[in-house]
C-alpha cells in the first residue's frame, strides 16, 4: 500500500491504477475477494480518467475477470472479460494474450463449461510459446477449424505450426502424433 500515496503524488493517473489493480491482485492471492474487488474498483476509476485504453486497463480487466470468478461471480466476469475481448483484438501480439486465455479459460470453469476451457488453455499456451520462439504442434480431437485458427495465429507470430489430430488417451494416436512430429 505504501506506493498508493507516491503514485498518487506523482500525478500518473496509470501508474496509480497500475498499483490499484496490482494490490487488489495481490488481496485476491490471499482469498480476501472483497478487498481485492476495492481496489479493482479504484482502479477502474482512474483508468476510466485515462485514454485511449491501454495496457493498465487491460490489466485492470483481467484481475477483476479472476477476482469475479473467484467470488464467483460469473456475470460480472463475464462483462469485464468482454471489455478485456475488445481491448486485446487491438493488441494481437501483446505480451499479455496467454494470461487472457487464461482468464477466459477460468470463466468457462466458473460456468462449467470445461471443453472451451480447456481450449482456451491450450490456445494460451500454445500462442505464448510461439512467442517465444517454439514451433508448435496443434494437437486436437474435437474442431479442425479451431486448431487450424490456432496454428495461423502462430504463423502470424513467425514460427511453424503443425496441426494434428489424435486424442492422446489413445496409444495409437499418441504413435501417429508422434510420427508426424518427428
Known amino acids: 500500500e505504501k506506493c498508493i500515496p507516491l503514485s498518487d503524488k506523482s500525478g500518473n493517473k496509470e501508474l496509480l491504477a497500475y498499483c490499484y489493480t496490482q494490490l487488489g491482485l495481490t488481496f485476491m492471492s490471499v482469498g480476501d475477494f472483497n478487498k481485492a ?3 479493482h474498483q479504484k482502479a477502474l476509476e482512474k483508468i476510466h480518467q ?3 485504453q491501454n495496457t493498465v486497463h487491460l490489466l485492470t480487466y483481467l484481475n477483476m475477470v479472476s477476482n469475479y470468478c473467484y467470488m464467483p461471480d460469473s456475470k460480472t466476469a ?8 475488445l481491448l486485446i483484438q487491438q493488441y494481437p501480439n501483446t505480451q499479455h494474450a496467454a494470461n487472457y486465455y487464461y482468464q477466459v479459460a477460468m470463466y468457462y470453469t466458473t460456468t462449467q463449461n470445461f471443453a472451451p476451457a480447456l481450449e482456451n ?3 494460451g499456451i500454445a500462442l505464448a510459446l510461439a512467442r517465444a520462439g517454439a514451433d508448435i504442434v496443434v494437437n486436437y480431437v474435437g474442431s479442425e477449424a479451431a486448431a487450424n485458427n490456432v496454428a495461423t495465429e502462430i504463423e502470424k507470430i513467425g514460427r511453424r505450426a503443425l496441426v494434428v489430430r489424435a486424442d492422446v488417451s489413445a496409444p495409437e494416436d499418441v504413435r501417429t502424433l508422434f510420427s508426424r512430429i518427428i
Open 37 to 39: 474487488d476495492e481496489y
Open 50 to 52: 485515462i485514454g485511449p
Open 78 to 85: 463475464k462483462r469485464y472479460l468482454d471489455k478485456a475481448t
Open 121 to 123: 488453455l491450450g490456445k
